[in-house]
Structure formats: C-alpha cells, structure tokens
C-alpha cells in the first residue's frame, strides 16, 4: 500500500534513527524492484539493516531520497519509470553503491 511523502520520511528517520543515525553511512535510492536493488545490485545480506517504501508516484520517491542525500546519504534521486519505491540501506564493507 502507497504511502505519503511525510509517512515515508517519518519511517525512514525512525528507522534510520534506530539503527545509527549518520546520515553518510546510508544509501538511498529509487526503483521499481527495491528487493532486486537491494539483495542484488548493493549485494545487500540478511541481517544487514535496511527498508523499503512504496510512494505514490515516482516523483515522491525521488523526493524523498533527495531529503536523504541532501543530509548526506549517498544515494541516486533521479526520477525513474515506475520507481514508486524509495529504498534505504545502512552501507557495509560488502555492500556495493
């Protein structure tokens, strides 16, 4: 189910809060297929400390990655075809930008 911009920002911040909140230890992108993003191009492992959002359209996912990237989280905010889902990760040795 699609949620809000301010919805999305709220669980991303707690989350992010919970689990170390340096925003230069995160990544955070948009896409249209987050587990593939996130198990297979960032290498992403169980355990590791992430979570996915769907947003209503692709520009609100690119808004909220670039509220992310613009307090340091590296990350991609170009809107994408089809990228309703933001996505964020906290950034391990084996995980891949």
């Known amino acids: 189910m699609a949620k809000s911009k301010s919805e999305i920002l709220n669980d ?3 989350f992010m809060g919970r689990h ?3 925003y230069r230890e995160w990544y955070v992108g948009t896409s249209p297929d987050p587990k593939q993003n996130l198990f297979g191009t960032h290498k992403f492992k ?3 400390k992430g979570l996915f959002r769907h947003g209503l359209s692709e520009l609100q ?3 909220v990655a670039e509220f992310f990237i613009n307090l340091g989280a590296k990350g991609n905010a170009s809107p994408t075809r089809d990228a309703e889902f933001v996505y964020a990760y ?3 040795a084996h995980t891949k930008p």
């Open 20 to 22: 170390g909140a340096n």
């Open 90 to 92: 906290k950034r391990a």
């Open 61 to 63: 996912a690119a808004e």
């Open 46 to 48: 169980a355990g590791d």
């Open 12 to 14: 991303f911040q707690e």
